[in-house]
Every structure is written in structure tokens, then in C-alpha cells.
């Protein structure tokens, strides 16, 4: 009988089986969807239906909370050992090509999604329904874009490596009150001294990682042999993170539901969300415009192919990117599906993908660029030309070693207003939408950087395969070398090592075999 209905219904039990089996092969991807779809509806009940204070509020994200630790303990061994296995793996003039190739596409699709922003803000205006009069504005806090340039390159060089992986130095302008003895001879003036406090705050200073661990690639590829050792205690080390990652992944939905409930309770403002609205659907249309067209459009004029697969090999990257909202954070995943799924050399990936999580940040300098020209149009102010070439340079400058981690749009946002002289103190009015944005210009900036790893690897190829040539031609002189020595060649190769280092082992050698051709004649 059963038989009979399924010969009967064979279009209905076919097309059973074949979900069943996309839900199988994708797992992961079905889990966190139906994790993001539980999530929301937890936290609408939760707040419309059931009373809860602040401390419940940090009961229900406690597990949103772990997983984001589980994922920054991973990220600082992860990006130190890829940058240092990736560099080493290259030849000098290989890396100089593969590294010029990857500047040049970091600062191109850079400036093209600033550029797309600007013309998005200027075309539709988002800003000028809810301008606000000059006097309504208050004074803003004193901050200097000449002293954030001045940090980014302190950070380049940290005092402590271990310090740098989990602090990161900053200098803020304090207004602080002159001392009693310096208001007797003007009372009346009510001067305040400004003075530059240095201080280390909260953050890894992942720039100043990369760009150590880049120097340490370069000294060990050159080592050669010497430092062959430590490179292959790294790539365990590496391997070994990544296997961690996997078990990670596991617990991500269970987080991820927590996460996405946590956020729907704390929204309150709902009014000023919804006055938001044409903001964020200028940033919104600007990364779909960067990310369904700009970035694509490139692979294809460089590969000559459809970027289709590349886009469905890390979708399930992009997807992680859109729940944690934390390029850093998605990194494991994104090397995972780069090497494992779309099949490119680890010395690319390893090499260019922990750069771009922290330089190639399109989506956030969109947001920027597009966010300053709001807070100048709610302000009733005009950008000339020469202000927006600043907004966009600034915008681009600025993304570069943003940390990587959640909510920090903000705080760049204050950098680029600052420096075309807006009001920074308007910036806070976008924390509001900031939750939800940072997460679609988290996916845009994954996108990116997995595009040009993809891109890189298609132009480096001639460079790649002469490189895996000329290792497979030394280890054969080097395993025939092994292979053509006899006993006491190599005994005599081995003490000579031990009892004189500065005689070269190669002399030893063959003088030994010179004693034992006199000795037999």
C-alpha cells in the first residue's frame, strides 16, 4: 500500500527527499537561519509579553556573549600564524607582485564604494526631512584627527607584542581647570588648559599583529632552512586553531539565537529608528549596488569568469558575517571556505586574508562617507568639492584598522566629521540604527576580501606554479643528495657539525671522503 502511494505521489516524495538532503549537506547554513528566525521571535515575546529589567536583559545575551569570547580567543593565534605561514611560503619578488596586486585592489574598491556612497547621499538627500537649526546644536568634545593618525601609527609599532593582543594605545585631549595659583591674576577668565592623555584601552591592536607578524614572515623566509622549524610549528599551531574553529561552529546557532534576542529586547527607541529609515536605506542600497555589481563586475573583468561560484563558496562566510557582525570574528570561517571550498593556495589566503579583515573595509567606509554627509545635511550645511575629496579620502583612511569588531562605526564616524569640521556630536544620533548597519557592512567587507583573494590567486598563478615547481625540484636534489651518500659521508657530515661551526659542513664532507681515498690507495 505504501508502495502504491509513492508510485502514485513520485513528484512529492522526490522533492521531499531532495530538501532533505540540501538540509543535510547544508547543515550549517539551515541552522543559523532557522537560529536567526527563533531568535527574533524569542525577543519579540520576551518584550512585548513578559517584564523584564536590565539584569534579565544580560541573562538572555550571556550565551551571545560566549560565543563572541570563543571567537576573539581564536582570532589573535589565527591571524598571527596565517600572516607569518603565508609570508614565508613566498618568494621575494613573488610576495612583492602578490602584495602590489593586493594593495592595488584594497585601495580601488575602497575608493569606489566611498565614491558610490557620496553619489547615493547626494542624490537622495537623506538628511534635509529632519535638518535641525545651528542653534539647537551643542559644543562639541575636543578631538584631533592629527593625534587618531598619530595612534594609528603607534599601534603599527606596540611596545609588547603580548600587550598588542589585547590592548591598543590611544591619546585623548582633556580639558583640565588651571590651578588656583594661575587664576589669581584674571579671575574673571574662565580658561580651561587642554592637554594630550596617552593612555591603552580595551581592543587587540590587530594592525600593529599584522604588521610583526609580516616582518617575522619576511626574516623567516630568508633564514631559509634555520627557520623552516619554526614555520612548521606555526602551520600546526594554525592547523590546530582551525580545528578549534570547527568545534566553535557548532555552538554557533545556540549563540546566535541569544545574540539576535538580546538586540530585539533592547531596542526602545523605536521613533527616531523609523526617522532613520532613508539613512539606512541609502547605506542599505549602497553596499547592495558595491556588493552585487561593483565587486563582481570587477572579478569578472580580471578572471573572465562568473563570480558566482566564488560568492556561493563562502556564502555560508557571508552569512556569519551578517549574524556576529564581526569580520575578525568570521575569519576562520572565511580562510575555511577560501581554501577548503573554492580550492585557493594557502599562501594566498594565509597572506592576504587577516590583512584585509583590518585595510579592506568597503562596506564601513560606505557607511562613513554616506553618515557624514547625513549629520552635515541635518545641520543645514554645504560640502563644497573640495570637502567631499576630504570626506572621501578620510573615509578610506579611517576603515583602515578599524578593529574589526562590532559597533565600531561610530567612533570612525567621529574621525571623518572631525575632519571636515561637522558637529561630532551629532554622530551618537546613529548608534540607534548602528546594530543593525554594521552587520550588512560586515558582510560587504567579507565580500570583498574573499573576491580579492579570489582575483589575486587567478593573476599570481603563473607566479604560484613556478614557486610549487622549484620546491618540488629541490626537495628531489635534496632527497637524491640523502639517497647518493654513504654511511660515513653522513657521519662525518654530522659530527663535523657538532665539533666546529664555523667550517662549512659541505667542506667537512668531502674532505672526509678525500682521507678515505687516500687511506684505500
Keep these: 500500500m505504501e508502495t502504491s502511494e509513492e508510485e502514485n505521489n513520485p513528484?512529492?516524495?522526490?522533492?521531499?527527499?531532495?530538501?532533505?538532503?540540501?538540509?543535510?549537506?547544508?547543515?550549517?547554513?539551515?541552522?543559523?537561519l532557522a537560529a536567526v528566525a527563533l531568535g527574533i521571535a524569542l525577543g519579540l515575546i520576551l518584550k512585548f509579553y513578559v517584564a523584564i529589567s536590565e539584569f534579565d536583559q544580560q541573562y538572555i545575551s550571556f550565551p551571545g556573549e560566549i560565543l563572541m569570547r570563543m571567537l576573539q580567543v581564536v582570532t589573535v593565534p589565527l591571524i598571527f600564524t596565517?600572516?607569518?605561514?603565508?609570508?614565508?611560503?613566498?618568494?621575494?619578488?613573488?610576495?612583492?607582485?602578490i602584495a602590489g596586486r593586493a594593495a592595488a585592489y584594497y585601495v580601488s574598491t575602497t575608493l569606489m564604494s566611498v565614491t558610490t556612497g557620496l553619489i547615493l547621499a547626494q542624490l537622495i538627500k537623506p538628511g534635509i526631512a529632519y535638518a535641525v537649526k545651528k542653534g539647537e546644536r551643542e559644543d562639541d568634545e575636543p578631538f584631533s584627527t592629527v593625534d587618531a593618525l598619530l595612534d594609528l601609527v603607534r599601534n603599527m609599532v606596540p611596545q609588547n607584542l603580548v600587550q598588542a593582543c589585547f590592548r591598543q594605545y590611544?591619546?585623548?585631549r582633556k580639558e583640565i581647570e588651571p590651578e588656583e595659583d594661575e587664576l589669581n591674576s584674571s579671575l574673571e577668565m574662565n580658561t580651561t588648559?587642554?592637554?594630550?592623555?596617552?593612555?591603552?584601552?580595551?581592543?587587540?591592536?590587530?594592525?600593529?599583529?599584522?604588521?610583526?607578524?609580516?616582518?617575522?614572515?619576511?626574516?623567516?623566509?630568508?633564514?631559509?632552512?634555520?627557520?623552516?622549524?619554526?614555520?612548521?610549528?606555526?602551520?600546526?599551531?594554525?592547523?590546530?586553531?582551525?580545528?578549534v574553529v570547527i568545534l566553535?561552529?557548532?555552538?554557533?546557532?545556540?549563540?546566535?539565537?541569544?545574540?539576535?534576542?538580546?538586540?530585539?529586547?533592547?531596542?526602545?527607541?523605536?521613533?527616531?529608528?523609523?526617522?532613520?529609515?532613508?539613512?539606512?536605506?541609502?547605506?542599505?542600497?549602497?553596499?547592495?549596488?558595491?556588493?552585487?555589481i561593483v565587486l563582481p563586475l570587477i572579478y569578472f573583468l580580471c578572471v573572465r569568469s562568473s563570480p558566482l561560484p566564488v560568492i556561493k563558496g563562502v556564502s555560508s562566510a557571508l552569512l556569519?558575517?551578517?549574524?556576529?557582525?564581526?569580520?575578525?570574528?568570521?575569519?576562520?570561517?572565511?580562510?575555511?571556505?577560501?581554501?577548503?571550498?573554492?580550492?585557493?593556495?594557502k599562501r594566498i589566503t594565509r597572506f592576504m586574508l587577516p590583512i584585509g579583515t583590518n585595510i579592506n573595509m568597503d562596506g564601513t567606509?560606505?557607511?562613513?562617507?554616506?553618515?557624514?554627509?547625513?549629520?552635515?545635511?541635518?545641520?543645514?550645511?554645504?560640502?563644497?568639492?573640495?570637502?567631499?575629496?576630504?570626506?572621501?579620502?578620510?573615509?578610506?583612511?579611517?576603515?583602515?584598522?578599524?578593529?574589526?569588531?562590532?559597533?565600531?562605526?561610530?567612533?570612525t564616524t567621529v574621525f571623518v566629521l572631525t575632519a571636515i569640521g561637522l558637529p561630532a556630536r551629532e554622530a551618537s544620533i546613529l548608534v540607534v540604527v548602528e546594530w543593525l548597519l554594521d552587520r550588512c557592512n560586515t558582510v560587504v567587507n567579507v565580500m570583498g576580501d574573499c573576491i580579492g583573494v579570489?582575483?589575486?590567486?587567478?593573476?599570481?598563478?603563473?607566479?604560484?606554479?613556478e614557486m610549487e615547481d622549484y620546491r618540488q625540484e629541490m626537495t628531489r636534489i635534496h632527497d637524491g643528495d640523502a639517497e647518493g651518500r654513504n654511511p660515513d659521508e653522513i657521519q662525518i657530515h654530522i659530527s663535523s657539525q657538532d665539533s666546529d661551526d664555523s667550517q662549512a659542513p659541505e667542506y667537512r664532507s668531502l674532505q672526509g671522503s678525500n682521507d678515505e681515498y687516500v687511506s684505500s690507495a
Design 365 to 411: 567606509a560606505l557607511y562613513e562617507a554616506v553618515a557624514a554627509v547625513f549629520i552635515a545635511q541635518l545641520n543645514n550645511i554645504y560640502l563644497d568639492f573640495s570637502q567631499l575629496v576630504t570626506l572621501a579620502v578620510t573615509s578610506a583612511v579611517s576603515s583602515v584598522g578599524a578593529a574589526g569588531i562590532p559597533a565600531t562605526g561610530a567612533v
Design 82 to 97: 596565517s600572516v607569518i605561514t603565508g609570508v614565508s611560503g613566498l618568494s621575494v619578488e613573488t610576495s612583492r607582485k
Design 11 to 32: 513528484g512529492t516524495a522526490g522533492c521531499v527527499k531532495r530538501c532533505w538532503s540540501y538540509i543535510l549537506h547544508h547543515k550549517f547554513l539551515v541552522s543559523s
Design 193 to 243: 588648559e587642554v592637554r594630550l592623555v596617552g593612555q591603552y584601552v580595551e581592543g587587540a591592536n590587530t594592525l600593529g599583529l599584522i604588521i610583526w607578524a609580516f616582518i617575522f614572515g619576511l626574516i623567516l623566509n630568508r633564514m631559509g632552512e634555520r627557520g623552516a622549524i619554526l614555520v612548521e610549528v606555526l602551520t600546526t599551531l594554525n592547523e590546530a586553531t582551525k580545528h
Design 248 to 292: 566553535i561552529l557548532g555552538y554557533l546557532p545556540v549563540g546566535v539565537l541569544f545574540l539576535i534576542a538580546s538586540h530585539v529586547v533592547e531596542v526602545h527607541d523605536w521613533e527616531t529608528t523609523f526617522k532613520l529609515v532613508k539613512f539606512m536605506v541609502v547605506v542599505v542600497l549602497g553596499l547592495i549596488i558595491h556588493g552585487t
Design 320 to 345: 556569519t558575517a551578517l549574524l556576529i557582525s564581526s569580520s575578525s570574528a568570521t575569519l576562520p570561517l572565511t580562510l575555511r571556505c577560501c581554501e577548503d571550498k573554492l580550492m585557493i593556495n
Design 454 to 465: 579570489a582575483v589575486v590567486h587567478q593573476l599570481s598563478k603563473k607566479e604560484l606554479d
Design 170 to 172: 590611544k591619546t585623548d
